[in-house]
């Protein structure tokens, strides 16, 4: 392939998000298909939502943030996992903490995520809508903030 095909972009893909996102690196591609099994549509959407704002959030604004990408896709993912009818019925806890905390296990557990990352992903989770301005949050937590308040603005009437 020839550098100006690379470099203008002319690289064909696929437009089909199935596809595209099994290309991203992952600890697991089944992480994605649990995903789609799991939540509903409307959240499903939301998380893709939350992806694509994150994404743009650091590449446009804070480049200069380090984190691996597979993490981002792990978070985005799962950051309303908790949310689903089961696990609203599995605990009393909020569904953040009770999210964060299954997929942790499921991300260690069950797909062999180093426990670095799965812990990470657990973080953003019970942290996603714990918004304030003092004290700090890890750069993952924050990208996730930042791209759940806009994923959930958009999908409200009016935005």
Not at 9 to 22: E, Q, S
Not at 61 to 81: K, M, N, T, V
Not at 86 to 99: C, D, R, V
Request: hydrophobic share 40%.
């Amino acid at each position: 392939m020839s550098d100006a095909i690379n470099l203008y972009g002319w690289t064909a893909k696929a437009r089909d998000p199935k596809i595209f996102l099994k290309e991203k690196a992952s600890t697991d591609p089944r992480v994605l298909e649990y995903a789609e099994l799991e939540l509903n549509t409307s959240t499903l959407n939301h998380s893709m939502r939350v992806f694509y704002y994150g994404k743009t959030i650091h590449i446009q604004q804070f480049p200069e943030w380090e984190f691996s990408d597979e993490a981002y896709l792990l978070a985005y993912l799962l950051h309303d996992i908790g949310t689903t009818d089961k696990n609203i019925e599995a605990t009393n806890m909020s569904f953040e903490f009770y999210g964060g905390l299954f997929a942790r296990d499921l991300l260690h557990n069950e797909y062999h995520a180093p426990i670095e990352q799965a812990e990470s992903v657990a973080e953003c989770i019970i942290r996603h809508q714990d918004i304030a301005d003092a004290g700090t949050i890890h750069t993952l937590g924050l990208l996730i903030q930042l791209a759940t308040i806009f994923g959930g603005w958009s999908h409200s009437e009016g935005f």
